[in-house]
């Protein structure tokens, strides 16, 4: 479902998506007046969520689709990539941000990813908050086990396969997330992501490598 309010920028993402065999666009939405009754009529897979509408609050928004809405995954489009405005739409449920000047591709891989239960952002967007993390280190409070479980957050894996490359219960995976996101006091995979890559325990290019990107 595609919520953005210029109808020429509209149609070139419609355009975009209706190459793809894999994606169908099932509804757009211009105001966000009416965005999240539409979410709830359509119940669209991936919301790509314009940041910037008439009637709007990205981030309430966005809080209350994850609550109400919980089996729609949210990708922002936007033009800015402020930190505190990026941070804030993460933590309220976005699974994805994408800058509306990066290349086509990088949106099929937002929704690609995020399809496929992995959080996706900007590379600058990920430099941007690499530099909010650098000053401190909270990965240095993790376990062994913890660091170990967040590596192979980090390269995409989900929660059942994590459990299988440690011969250990889907529950204890949950254990030691949950661990990880106090410790890190991070709200989202990609916040806890962002710490690994920063603390130097896993590259960027070795994520891109186990993504296929």
Known sequence: ????????????????????ADMRVVGEVSDGAN???????????ILLMDAQMPNHKPIAV?????????????VILSAYNLRDYVIGLL????????LKDDPSQA????????????????PRVSRLLLDAVRSENPVER??????EVLRLIAIGRKNNEIAIDLTISDQTVKNHITN?????????????????????LVSVEAIRVELGL
């Open 62 to 74: 966005a809080k209350q689709i994850r609550r109400d809405c919980p089996y729609v995954q949210i």
């Open 91 to 98: 933590k309220a449920g976005a699974m994805g941000y994408v």
């Open 35 to 45: 965005l999240l009754a539409e979410v709830k009529r359509l119940k669209p897979d």
């Open 107 to 122: 949106l099929l891989h937002a929704i690609r990813a995020v399809a496929g239960g992995r959080e996706w952002v900007s």
């Open 180 to 200: 990880i996101f106090r410790k890190l006091n991070a709200e989202t995979r990609v916040e806890a992501i962002l710490y690994a890559i920063s603390s130097h």
């Open 142 to 147: 993790l376990t062994r086990r913890e660091t």
């Open 1 to 20: 479902m595609l919520a953005e309010d210029h109808h020429v920028v509209r149609a070139a993402f419609a355009a975009l998506l209706a190459k793809e």
